[in-house]
């Protein structure tokens, strides 16, 4: 690995780039910068903390417009790498009545994936990591490589997995890559569908079983009503509120980031994690909920410029 000389702690976010076509009734109604770690990053990036993407993209017209786009929401950039032989991917997102998306990915990568310069990770700083690309093969033994050596700096580090449907198939072969990712982890936080899936877990108790066997003990499990916050000894929950959605794209990574956003913003350690109390969990959570809900009301993946107001006042 490649390290380079930093003064300050940041957040760093690794995972897939590429670009969000959203259709609703058949006709196309927005495209955005997407992929859910470059949502949470974009998020914290508007909301004015140091935060890096680690990241491939092409060198193509849909790749200028996703790094200006990255460079104006204040997320660096200097992790990540533009490749000549292939193109970004492109996500096919249609909204069904509930506002939820099924998706269909456009892709032409080059044989090799992430050569990027991977930076030395200190304690002070936060990692999340996750998705389908967590598990991608090309990319597996690079990533697997600087989540442990973050690991082994003491860096806190988040996990998502955001393991959906269309994956089911593979669930025999990836799962292994699952619970090996959860073991490297400090924190999950996942959906109800994710856990449904990868443990066929229904509720949040026996997903938790499931973790804390794979070797993490701190996990907030999500479901449309209500979050639940698990940790040693220690169960709590937070109900949502309903709300319309415009559009749930990104409102998982969002989450991700109103979590990051208070552990980073209260100098929260890896080492500090276990020392939280209940209303250190509480309010990491509501804020969680709060990036989450903002994000549900447009058809943007990341907090709006009047939730950015809220969070300075």
């Known amino acids: 690995m490649t390290g380079k000389t930093r003064k300050k702690e940041s957040i760093y976010c690794i995972g897939e780039t590429l670009l969000d076509i959203i259709f609703r009734d058949g006709q196309v109604i927005a495209s955005k910068p997407g992929g859910a770690m470059l949502n949470t990053a974009v998020s914290l990036g508007l909301s004015g903390l140091p935060v890096e993407l680690l990241t491939d993209f092409g060198q193509d017209a849909v790749g200028d417009l996703i790094s200006q786009f990255l460079h104006d929401s204040g997320v660096s950039t200097t992790?990540?790498?533009?490749?000549?032989?292939?193109?970004?991917?492109?996500?096919?997102?249609?909204?069904?009545?509930?506002?939820?998306?099924?998706?269909?990915?456009?892709?032409?990568?080059?044989?090799?994936?992430?050569?990027?310069?991977?930076?030395?990770?200190?304690?002070?700083?936060?990692?999340?990591?996750?998705?389908?690309?967590?598990?991608?093969?090309?990319?597996?033994?690079?990533?697997?490589?600087?989540?442990?050596?973050?690991?082994?700096?003491?860096?806190?580090?988040?996990?998502?997995?955001?393991?959906?449907?269309?994956?089911?198939?593979?669930?025999?072969?990836?799962?292994?890559?699952?619970?090996?990712?959860?073991?490297?982890?400090?924190?999950?936080?996942?959906?109800?569908?994710?856990?449904?899936?990868i443990f066929g877990s229904?509720?949040?108790?026996?997903?938790?079983?499931?973790?804390?066997?794979?070797?993490?003990?701190?996990?907030?499990?999500?479901?449309?009503?209500?979050?639940?916050?698990?940790?040693?000894?220690?169960?709590?929950?937070?109900?949502?509120?309903?709300?319309?959605?415009?559009?749930?794209?990104?409102?998982?990574?969002?989450?991700?980031?109103?979590?990051?956003?208070?552990?980073?913003?209260?100098?929260?350690s890896k080492s500090k994690l276990s020392l939280m109390d209940k209303p250190q969990w509480k309010s990491m959570t509501e804020m969680g909920i709060s990036f989450a809900k903002d994000v549900c009301l447009s058809y943007d993946n990341y907090i709006s410029k009047a939730f950015i107001e809220k969070l300075s006042t």
């Open 202 to 268: 229904n509720n949040g108790k026996e997903a938790y079983m499931q973790v804390k066997k794979a070797g993490c003990e701190c996990m907030i499990y999500t479901r449309a009503t209500s979050v639940e916050i698990f940790y040693p000894g220690n169960h709590m929950v937070s109900r949502n509120e309903v709300i319309q959605p415009v559009s749930t794209i990104g409102a998982g990574d969002a989450f991700n980031a109103g979590l990051l956003f208070y552990l980073f913003t209260k100098k929260i």
């Open 79 to 197: 992790y990540s790498s533009r490749y000549r032989d292939g193109k970004t991917a492109l996500a096919l997102a249609m909204l069904d009545e509930q506002q939820n998306a099924s998706y269909s990915f456009y892709k032409d990568f080059p044989s090799e994936r992430l050569n990027i310069p991977f930076p030395e990770l200190r304690k002070e700083d936060l990692l999340i990591f996750g998705s389908f690309y967590a598990l991608t093969s090309g990319i597996r033994d690079k990533l697997k490589s600087f989540i442990l050596s973050a690991r082994q700096q003491g860096t806190m580090i988040l996990y998502d997995p955001n393991f959906r449907t269309p994956h089911l198939g593979e669930l025999p072969a990836l799962k292994p890559l699952i619970l090996e990712n959860i073991a490297m982890a400090d924190l999950i936080r996942g959906s109800d569908e994710d856990f449904q899936n």
